[in-house]
Protein backbone atom coordinates (compact mmCIF):
# COMPACT_ATOMS: atom_id res chain seq x y z
CA UNK A 1 0.00 0.00 0.00
CA UNK A 2 1.35 3.57 -1.20
CA UNK A 3 1.15 6.13 1.52
CA UNK A 4 1.77 9.74 0.80
CA UNK A 5 2.44 12.40 3.72
CA UNK A 6 3.01 16.14 2.53
CA UNK A 7 4.31 18.81 4.04
CA UNK A 8 5.42 22.64 3.33
CA UNK A 9 2.11 24.58 3.24
CA UNK A 10 1.74 27.56 4.66
CA UNK A 11 0.78 31.73 4.09
CA UNK A 12 2.59 34.09 2.12
CA UNK A 13 2.68 37.02 0.48
CA UNK A 14 1.84 37.32 -3.45
CA UNK A 15 5.35 37.07 -5.35
CA UNK A 16 6.80 34.97 -2.82
CA UNK A 17 7.98 30.94 -2.78
CA UNK A 18 6.87 27.95 -0.99
CA UNK A 19 8.14 24.41 -1.52
CA UNK A 20 5.72 21.18 -1.12
CA UNK A 21 6.86 17.96 -0.04
CA UNK A 22 5.07 14.82 -0.67
CA UNK A 23 7.33 11.55 1.56
CA UNK A 24 6.57 8.68 -0.32
CA UNK A 25 6.50 4.91 1.20
CA UNK A 26 5.17 1.39 0.06
CA UNK A 27 6.34 1.73 -3.80
CA UNK A 28 6.18 -2.03 -5.50
CA UNK A 29 6.91 -1.22 -9.01
CA UNK A 30 9.62 0.43 -11.06
CA UNK A 31 7.67 3.27 -12.12
CA UNK A 32 4.82 5.40 -10.91
CA UNK A 33 3.18 8.63 -11.97
CA UNK A 34 3.29 10.90 -9.33
CA UNK A 35 2.00 14.58 -9.79
CA UNK A 36 0.89 17.17 -7.46
CA UNK A 37 -3.08 18.36 -7.62
CA UNK A 38 -4.95 21.28 -5.81
CA UNK A 39 -8.46 21.76 -5.17
CA UNK A 40 -9.71 25.86 -4.10
CA UNK A 41 -13.19 26.05 -2.15
CA UNK A 42 -16.09 25.76 -4.82
CA UNK A 43 -13.71 24.49 -7.45
CA UNK A 44 -13.35 21.15 -9.01
CA UNK A 45 -9.56 19.73 -8.13
CA UNK A 46 -7.15 20.02 -11.08
CA UNK A 47 -3.55 18.77 -11.71
CA UNK A 48 -1.16 21.01 -11.37
CA UNK A 49 2.31 19.39 -12.07
CA UNK A 50 3.14 15.68 -12.30
CA UNK A 51 6.03 13.66 -13.10
CA UNK A 52 6.98 9.94 -14.68
CA UNK A 53 9.43 8.34 -12.21
CA UNK A 54 10.48 5.68 -14.93
CA UNK A 55 11.31 8.06 -18.03
CA UNK A 56 11.56 11.19 -16.04
CA UNK A 57 9.28 13.33 -18.21
CA UNK A 58 7.56 16.32 -16.27
CA UNK A 59 4.45 17.70 -17.08
CA UNK A 60 2.61 21.04 -16.25
CA UNK A 61 -0.76 22.85 -15.94
CA UNK A 62 -0.49 25.93 -18.24
CA UNK A 63 -1.67 27.96 -15.30
CA UNK A 64 1.72 27.31 -13.39
CA UNK A 65 4.28 26.80 -16.54
CA UNK A 66 7.53 28.83 -16.01
CA UNK A 67 6.41 29.20 -11.97
CA UNK A 68 6.47 25.77 -10.69
CA UNK A 69 8.75 22.99 -10.41
CA UNK A 70 8.29 19.32 -9.62
CA UNK A 71 10.88 17.24 -8.64
CA UNK A 72 12.08 13.91 -7.19
CA UNK A 73 14.61 12.58 -4.99
CA UNK A 74 14.42 8.88 -5.98
CA UNK A 75 16.96 8.29 -2.36
CA UNK A 76 15.11 9.93 -0.08
CA UNK A 77 11.43 8.84 -2.20
CA UNK A 78 10.07 12.09 -1.61
CA UNK A 79 8.60 14.43 -4.34
CA UNK A 80 8.69 18.35 -4.53
CA UNK A 81 6.77 21.41 -6.16
CA UNK A 82 8.94 24.31 -5.97
CA UNK A 83 6.58 27.10 -6.23
CA UNK A 84 7.66 30.80 -7.21
CA UNK A 85 5.65 34.06 -8.09
CA UNK A 86 2.66 32.70 -6.55
CA UNK A 87 -0.64 34.39 -6.81
CA UNK A 88 -3.36 34.46 -4.61
CA UNK A 89 -5.45 32.11 -7.28
CA UNK A 90 -2.81 29.50 -6.37
CA UNK A 91 -4.45 29.65 -2.90
CA UNK A 92 -6.05 26.15 -2.40
CA UNK A 93 -5.58 22.60 -0.54
CA UNK A 94 -2.45 21.00 -2.65
CA UNK A 95 -2.55 17.55 -2.59
CA UNK A 96 0.33 14.68 -3.48
CA UNK A 97 -0.94 11.57 -6.05
CA UNK A 98 0.21 8.61 -7.01
CA UNK A 99 -0.78 6.12 -9.76
CA UNK A 100 0.55 3.32 -12.43
CA UNK A 101 -1.55 4.68 -15.49
CA UNK A 102 -1.37 7.87 -17.87
CA UNK A 103 0.98 10.56 -16.06
CA UNK A 104 -1.03 13.51 -18.04
CA UNK A 105 -3.21 14.75 -18.62
CA UNK A 106 -3.75 15.35 -15.07
CA UNK A 107 -7.09 12.96 -14.46
CA UNK A 108 -7.95 12.32 -10.78
CA UNK A 109 -9.39 8.70 -11.71
CA UNK A 110 -6.11 7.79 -13.15
CA UNK A 111 -3.92 8.14 -9.48
CA UNK A 112 -4.77 5.56 -6.82
CA UNK A 113 -3.20 6.64 -4.10
CA UNK A 114 -3.51 10.46 -2.62
CA UNK A 115 -1.83 12.05 0.49
CA UNK A 116 -3.79 14.42 2.82
CA UNK A 117 -3.01 17.33 1.59
CA UNK A 118 -1.36 20.50 2.79
CA UNK A 119 -3.00 24.17 2.49
CA UNK A 120 -1.36 26.70 0.64
CA UNK A 121 -2.75 30.43 1.21
CA UNK A 122 -1.32 33.62 -1.08
CA UNK A 123 -2.33 36.53 0.42
CA UNK A 124 -2.23 40.19 -2.33
Known amino acids: QVQLVESGGGSVQAGGSLRLSCAAS????????MAWFRQAPGKEREGVAG????????YYADSVKGRFTISRDSAKNTLYLQMNSLKPEDTAMYYC?????????????????WGQGTQVTVSS
Open 51 to 58: IDTGVGNT
Open 97 to 113: AAGTRYCYPFVSANYNY
Open 26 to 33: GYTGRRYC
